[in-house]
Every structure is written in C-alpha cells, then in structure tokens.
C-alpha cells in the first residue's frame, strides 16, 4: 500500500464503512470531536461503536450516542479495570442497557490481558466469565480483549458457548490458526490498523485469507494509527487505510471490502440500516 500523507483512499458514493471499535470518550477526542465525526462522515464512515471499559466511559459512549445519529454505545469492563468491580456494578450495567436499549449496541471490552497485567489473571479470568454471563442475559454480542491470552480465552469462550447474540474478537492479534478457532466459535474477526505495518506478517495473512463474511474493520481510536498515520492520533477517517490494505492484500476494490465489512457489523451489532444514509 502505497499512499502518501493526506492522500485518503476512497470509496463512491454507494459505499461505506462501519468502524466497530473506537474509544470517542478519552481525552484525546475533546477538543475536536465534531470535527472529527465530519471529516468521517465526510469519508463515508457511516457509523462508530464507541465503546465502554468502564462504568464511566460507558456512560459516557451512552452520551455520546443519544448525542450524535453516526454513533453507538457498548457498555463493559476492561480487564485492566476489574479489580474495581463492585457489587453493584454488573447491576448498574445491566439497568443502563435496559433504559438505553437504542444506543447500546455491544457487551465489551471485556476479556484477559497478561501483558499489563494490571489486574491479578485470577480476578481477571472470573470477571470475564461473569461479563460473558451479563452479555448473554441482556441479548449483547460481546466485544473480547486479548493479548497475550489466547489459550485462556479460547478455553473460557468455549466453556460459555454457544453465543446466540455473536461476539467479535477486537484488535485481533493471533495468526490464522488462532482464527480458525475463533471463527469455529461463530465470532468475527476486527482487523485494527496494524494490519498495515511492514512486520505485521501474521495479521495480514489473516486479513487475506479468513472469510471476508467474517471481517469487521476498527481503528480502536485513539491507539493504533495506520500506515501512513502511524504514531499519530488514530481517528476513524484513518479507516480508509485499514480498508484499503486489505484491499490490496485480496487483490479485490476496496468497495467491496467496504461492502462486506460493513454488512457483517450491520448485522453482529443490529444497526438499523436508516443510520447509513
């Protein structure tokens, strides 16, 4: 993929994309956040899934999208935070999809990471049966984190399955064997903007060779800018490049990526299709 700086792929008009995971609460969206939702509009980024990994940021991508059409909510704990679980809080969850029903879309993130470890894996591993759990009770397909714990993630999803509402594996960083077994599950696959990176070898054979009916496409913005954007704020018109490089890595216009990607969200998350006009 060869694409300079400011020179965004492009899509015609018929077309569009749906970027499935992207934090619109943080910091780093403040000070121009309708701007940012313009340019992506613009773009023919149709719809963003901001999603929660906090009570607090829950409630805020609630906000957020009783705020604006092009945006939805998901609402979970990230293993980095559920070491400050409380009794109450699954229960605060839970009445918030109830009273929230049309703006929340999603259970997640939610899921294991042993890389920062900022949570104890044990305290990690038993909150995220219980989220899965909460997920299924409140008819969500569930948003799953994992680094560095595919083997524990693997074996509690199978425990909890089947999943009658879907699950996508966020920011999926495995190889084409780890897909296998996550698409035997019934889940989808969310390739990130490292799909562009030179050394991304195993994510990109990923996005080759998995069925496109299985592919979501996320920026996980404000993290992980692609190539040409790489290092700075990731923001969801960068979609276009993600889109664009797995375009090239099938050898097929990335209208039909758009296409399809977009379709296998509309249907994961049960967006209405009045949102893509």
Not at 2 to 9: R, S, T, V, W
Request: one cysteine or more; aromatic letters at 6%; hydrophobic letters at 40%.
């Amino acid at each position: 993929m060869n694409i300079e700086p400011g020179q965004l792929p492009q899509l015609t008009h018929d077309t569009f994309l749906i970027d499935s995971h992207c934090h619109l609460d943080m910091d780093a969206y403040q000070d121009d956040l309708e701007t940012i939702l313009e340019q992506a509009y613009q773009n023919n980024i149709r719809t963003i899934i901001s999603v929660g990994i906090d009570e607090k940021s829950s409630r805020q991508a609630i906000f957020l999208a009783a705020k604006y059409t092009m945006v939805k909510a998901t609402i979970g704990i990230h293993p980095h935070d559920v070491a400050h679980i409380q009794p109450q809080t699954f229960d605060i969850l839970a009445d918030l999809a109830e009273k929230n029903s049309k703006d929340i879309v999603g259970y997640g993130e939610i899921g294991l990471d042993y890389v920062k470890n900022y949570t104890p894996a044990d305290i990690q591993r038993t909150h995220f049966r219980s989220q899965l759990s909460l997920a299924n009770e409140l008819k969500l397909p569930v948003i799953i984190h994992d680094r560095e714990a595919h083997d524990d993630i693997l074996r509690i999803l199978r425990e909890a399955a089947p999943y009658k509402y879907g699950g996508v594996m966020h920011c999926f960083s495995g190889n084409m064997t780890l897909a296998r077994q996550v698409l035997d599950l019934g889940f989808h696959i969310s390739i990130p903007g490292v799909v562009t990176f030179k050394n991304a070898t195993d994510l990109q054979k990923v996005a080759r060779e998995a069925p496109l009916t299985s592919l979501l496409l996320e920026t996980d913005g404000p993290f992980l800018s692609p190539v040409p954007q790489r290092g700075k704020r990731n923001e969801p018109t960068f979609l276009l490049y993600t889109a664009q490089m797995i375009a090239d890595l099938r050898d097929i216009p990335i209208n039909e990526v758009a296409r399809q990607t977009s379709a296998n969200a509309m249907r994961l998350f049960r967006l209405p299709p009045t949102l893509m006009t």
